[in-house]
Antibody, heavy 121, light 110 residues
Framework: QLQLQESGPGLVKPSETLSLTCTVSGGSISSSTYYWAWIRQPPGKGLEWIGSIYYSGSTYYNPSLKSRVTISVDTSKNQFSLKLSSVTAADTAVYYCARLGRVVFAQADYWGQGTLVTVSS | QSVLTQPPSVSGAPGQRVTISCTGS?????????VHWYQQLPGTAPKLLIY???NRPSGVPDRFSGSRSGTSASLAITGLQAEDEADYYCHSYDSSLSGVFGGGTKLTVL
């Protein structure tokens, strides 16, 4: 059974960079041809797409976040990561990593449990 | 403001049928991108409910169905049960191949 687990600091200071890692178990990022995504949800609000990455490294970002976002993949560790720079309180959210299907516009069929990141001094 | 528009809330009595609409534009749903639906129970991660407009993953009851037409899509739930009370989100993509979501619909079972 595929499992995804987010990890990283739960508290980030304003103007700093938020860094999260998603560790995939029960399957290999490099041996499959899936896309992988980061999605966030501010407290009490709806879902927001951050971006996605192919196992080869191709990325697709939300245009509204593109200038601040970097998503990368480390196949040797079976992980993919998110970096969001110059954070503000508006970036406070539960951050989810997810597996998409084999095309870039596919569904998110496996999700991590989510990790709350609070931006505060 | 979400790219896809959903009603904030819907409600129905047990056993009834409810539908949730998801309205997009010519740059996302209308461009031919598939629509997917998720169910989110309080405090949990979203769960895939419908993919590719109308397909159910294994384990999802056939009380849930989806459809897409033009720039819109809809999720229908028949034989409403108390356990269906949750938030529902539609999901598609736009021409930049970035995902887009609806604002979510809270389903209340009366």
């Amino acid at each position: 059974q595929l499992q995804l687990q987010e990890s990283g600091p739960g508290l980030v200071k304003p103007s700093e960079t938020l860094s999260l890692t998603c560790t995939v178990s029960g399957g290999s990022i490099s041996s499959s041809t899936y896309y992988w995504a980061w999605i966030r949800q501010p407290p009490g609000k709806g879902l927001e797409w951050i971006g996605s990455i192919y196992y080869s490294g191709s990325t697709y970002y939300n245009p509204s976040l593109k200038s601040r976002v970097t998503i990368s993949v480390d196949t040797s560790k079976n992980q993919f990561s998110l970096k969001l720079s110059s954070v503000t309180a508006a970036d406070t959210a539960v951050y989810y990593c997810a597996r998409l299907g084999r095309v870039v516009f596919a569904q998110a069929d496996y999700w991590g449990q989510g990790t709350l990141v609070t931006v505060s001094s | 403001q979400s790219v896809l528009t959903q009603p904030p809330s819907v409600s129905g009595a047990p056993g009834q049928r409810v539908t949730i609409s998801c309205t997009g534009s010519s740059s996302n749903i209308g461009a031919g991108y598939d629509v997917h639906w998720y169910q989110q129970l309080p405090g949990t991660a979203p769960k895939l409910l419908i993919y590719g407009n109308s397909n159910r993953p294994s384990g999802v009851p056939d009380r849930f169905s989806g459809s897409r037409s033009g720039t819109s899509a809809s999720l229908a739930i028949t034989g409403l049960q108390a356990e269906d009370e949750a938030d529902y989100y539609c999901h598609s993509y736009d021409s930049s191949l970035s995902g887009v979501f609806g604002g979510g619909t809270k389903l209340t079972v009366l």
